[in-house]
């Protein structure tokens, strides 16, 4: 399978530079893009999809290029972040009015079944959208995004607005399709990223900050991230004075976890998490 080579893109909205000279190569497999509200991933997905069009820079996957949008489409398929659907008609007619847009004329109806059965959605085929959860209607987007079996991917916000359990079962979904795909997440929630991804690349304001795997980010975090424990008043003490990211309270004792650059009194190093590691590098990104 190809890869997808996005070369020094650059988004200007008149002098303001959403995106600043981005590189990034994309293999097959689920790939993240993770980055604070405003950073430009919305931009980055927009011009991947050919919503949009970069000032300057390059994309191409095999031999197309993003010169040519028809052929991209083809190649390319999209769940946006605010996604809507005619809520008074059934999952199979708004999936089979979607194939009919997409221009897809020959066997629609077995490509309908087929995304149908790849979300998990037969039994509730007949149901009308408004009488679908969250999550079914998210999985109704994959649908409409893979019916045409897209190479590539392009997921905004995966879990936004879903329940644990629908979230556990989307990225379920969003995982076996990178089993044949290329698969573009772009979240601000760490979670979706750690749990489905295998490499990521990190935006802040319209720069790649950071680009490997999950393993390398959290080795660079490795010697600033820290367990203290303390009393329930000076845990309260501590709150005003540190960024505590997660903790625990346990037989009337606080345990929690910081990331410092500065050693902390009292406190050991323990193996950073993804958002441990994220917290590390957008503190980084800000010297
Ligand atoms: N059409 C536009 N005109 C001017 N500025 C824009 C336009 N679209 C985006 N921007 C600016 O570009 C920057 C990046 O926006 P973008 O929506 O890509 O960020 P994001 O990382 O997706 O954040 P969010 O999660 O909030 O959507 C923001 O500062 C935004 O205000």
Redesign the pocket.
């Known amino acids: 399978m190809s890869e997808l080579l996005i070369d020094t893109i650059t988004?200007s909205?008149?002098k303001?530079k959403?995106?600043d000279q981005i590189t990034l190569q994309i293999s097959p497999g689920m790939f993240g893009l993770l980055?604070?509200?405003?950073?430009?991933?919305?931009?980055?997905?927009?011009i991947l999809t050919t919503i949009?069009e970069p000032t300057a820079g390059t994309i191409t996957f095999g031999d197309v290029t993003w010169k040519q949008p028809e052929a991209v489409r083809q190649l390319i398929g999209y769940l946006p972040?605010k996604f809507s659907l005619y809520k008074h008609i059934t999952v199979t007619e708004v999936l089979t009015h979607i194939a009919t847009m997409k221009g897809m004329t020959r066997r629609k109806e077995q490509a309908v079944a087929d995304v149908l059965e790849k979300v998990n959605l037969q039994d509730h085929r007949h149901k009308k959208i408004k009488e679908l959860s969250g999550g079914m209607v998210r999985r109704v987007g994959i649908a409409q995004a893979i019916l045409h079996s897209p190479k590539i991917i392009v997921v905004?916000?995966p879990t936004a607005g879903l329940d644990p359990q629908e979230r556990i079962r989307f990225r379920k979904l969003l995982r076996q399709l990178g089993k044949e795909a290329t698969v573009i997440v772009?979240t601000?929630i760490v979670e979706d990223i750690e749990s489905i991804c295998d490499t990521l690349a990190v935006?802040k304001?319209?720069h790649v900050i950071f680009n490997g795997s999950l393993q390398t980010l959290t080795e660079m975090a490795a010697n600033d991230v820290w367990e203290m424990e303390a009393s329930k008043e000076a845990f309260f003490d501590a709150i005003d004075e540190l960024d505590i990211i997660s903790s625990k309270y346990e037989n009337h004792r606080y345990r929690y976890r910081v990331v410092s650059t500065n050693p902390l009194p009292g406190a050991k190093h323990v193996t950073p998490n993804l958002e441990e590691a994220y917290m590390y590098l957008m503190g980084q990104a800000q010297r």
Do not use: F, I
């Open positions: 988004k909205y008149k303001y959403a995106l980055g604070p509200n405003g950073a430009g991933k919305t931009t980055l997905m927009r949009v972040q905004d916000e772009s601000h935006l304001k319209g």
